[in-house]
């Protein structure tokens, strides 16, 4: 049997010229493909992208591709929280499967409105940064949890929470402040986007913890997303 790893993304729903397509890749999505027009005038529109890599590095590129994408369409639409919760678990698979972490999910069949990309990203920064906050502890203790349900006037209520190290009670109120961490390789980048996109739906999001070795619990508020 044959295979290839070189796939070609036809881009022509974007509406742009070739130049600016390739300029939308590098300075949107931060990917360097090859030009699909180098193949010929068949070629105008595409993209080619070699996918040999590991699997943790495509779903990153994937992922800034989607952001890229919805920056320029509006992507509200209607989803299934449970969908997205297990896209945002598949894409730490690795990490999941190394430090062998219990994956704990309780939630209703819920269809709800929203940006799914936004969605999706707060979801991947809470696992990393639960599976950062337990890899070292007991393994029988590692637990992140998933709990989600629909509150009053259609909020939708979505929690992740983990047995990690905890949060200090002067840390709570900094905890989504641009540059702040307690990794000794961390940014601080992680928990402050989240909020910012959270924030850019009409949502919120809480932190809640009782402290060091107690664990901590990540509350998303989201609003239902209008067509």
Not at 20 to 32: E, G, K, P, T
Request: glycine fraction near 10%; aromatic fraction near 8%.
């Amino acid at each position: 049997p044959e295979a290839s790893y070189l796939v070609f993304l036809d881009c022509r729903e974007l509406g742009l010229d070739q130049p600016s397509l390739v300029d939308f890749f590098v300075d949107s999505a931060h990917l360097a493909l090859n030009d699909g027009s180098i193949f010929g005038k068949e070629g105008r529109g595409f993209m080619r992208m070699n996918v040999a890599c590991p699997r943790s590095v495509l779903e990153k590129a994937l992922l800034q591709l989607e952001g890229a994408y919805c920056k320029v369409k509006s992507f509200i639409e209607l989803l299934r929280v449970s969908e997205v919760v297990e896209m945002a678990i598949a894409m730490n698979a690795d990490s999941i499967g190394k430090y062998k972490i219990i994956i704990e999910q309780s939630g209703e069949d819920i269809q709800f409105m929203t940006d799914k990309h936004k969605l999706l990203q707060v979801l991947v920064n809470l696992i990393r940064n639960g599976i950062h906050a337990i890899h070292a502890q007991d393994p029988a203790e590692r637990k992140i949890r998933f709990n989600w349900k629909v509150e009053t006037e259609g909020y939708l209520y979505l929690e992740v929470s983990d047995t990690g190290i905890g949060i200090q009670p002067d840390h709570i109120a900094k905890i989504f402040t641009h540059g702040f961490t307690t990794k000794k390789e961390g940014n601080g980048l992680g928990l402050h986007m989240s909020l910012l996109g959270m924030k850019e739906l009409g949502g919120e999001m809480r932190v809640f913890s009782q402290g060091p070795g107690k664990g901590a619990s990540f509350v998303i508020l989201l609003p239902p997303g209008k067509l």
